[in-house]
């Protein structure tokens, strides 16, 4: 079945650095979700990438979408302590199912 | 207010008891989904359903079973079979396999 990977597990940062975690899936998707959870909260979605290495910014975040539509990344700029939580990414096949990633564990320390 | 709605919040279960989750939701999605969470870990799919009276086995089935007898309630029963069913459940639903919005989830705890 479908796999898709996750990485880093975690990643410790200071206030105002960068972060970015990344999507490896083991086929070829559909479409690829980014969630984020925050601590002791419930996924909520951030935003879908569909097209062959599309590109998407929400303010400090920007989402990546590889040209084999197999991997993606979500880059942060200049990380605030609301960014903590941990970041998922979930992968879309053609028979729709949902795969999710193991996360991403961001801390950010004032 | 729309949304979905997973009770209760903390659930405590002696070993060899069946418990049942609840889940509504009132966004006229299609499509619910269980799911467990690990400390520490991903999301893991339990069982689905795209439409009223029917489901499907997600990856971690054994253990647990599930009815959609209505669209707007998707309960997961947690069995005696279930060996490890300490952990955090989540509830989702879609429409047509879009995003999907969660519970609240329900964190399960084996004494």
């Known amino acids: 079945g479908q796999q898709v990977m996750q990485i880093p597990q975690y990643q410790h940062v200071q206030e105002g650095e960068d972060f970015t975690t990344y999507c490896n899936s083991s086929t070829t998707l559909s479409n690829i979700q980014w969630y984020k959870q925050r601590p002791g909260g419930h996924p909520v979605f951030l935003i879908q990438?569909?097209?062959?290495?599309e590109v998407k910014k929400q303010k400090r975040l920007t989402f990546q979408f590889g040209e084999a539509k197999k991997n993606s990344s979500l880059h942060i700029t200049a990380t605030q302590t609301t960014d903590v939580g941990t970041y998922f990414c979930?992968?879309?096949?053609?028979?729709?199912?949902?795969?999710f990633g193991s996360g991403t564990q961001l801390t950010v320390l004032p | 207010d729309g949304g979905i709605t997973q009770s209760p919040k903390y659930l405590f279960r002696k070993e060899g008891q069946n418990v049942t989750l609840s889940c509504e939701q009132n966004l006229n999605h299609d499509a619910m989904y269980w799911y467990r969470q690990d400390p520490g870990q991903g999301l893991r799919l339990i069982y689905y359903s795209q439409i009223v009276n029917d489901f499907q086995k997600g990856d971690i089935a054994e253990g647990y079973s599930v009815s959609r007898e209505k669209k707007e309630s998707f309960p997961l029963t947690v069995t005696s079979a279930q060996k490890n069913p300490t952990a955090f459940y989540l509830c989702?639903?879609?429409?047509?396999?879009?995003?999907?919005?969660f519970g609240p989830g329900t964190r399960l705890t084996v004494l």
């Open positions: 990438l569909v097209k062959s290495g």
């Open positions: 989702a639903s879609s429409m047509g396999g879009d995003e999907q919005f």
């Open positions: 979930a992968g879309q096949d053609s028979a729709r199912q949902l795969t």
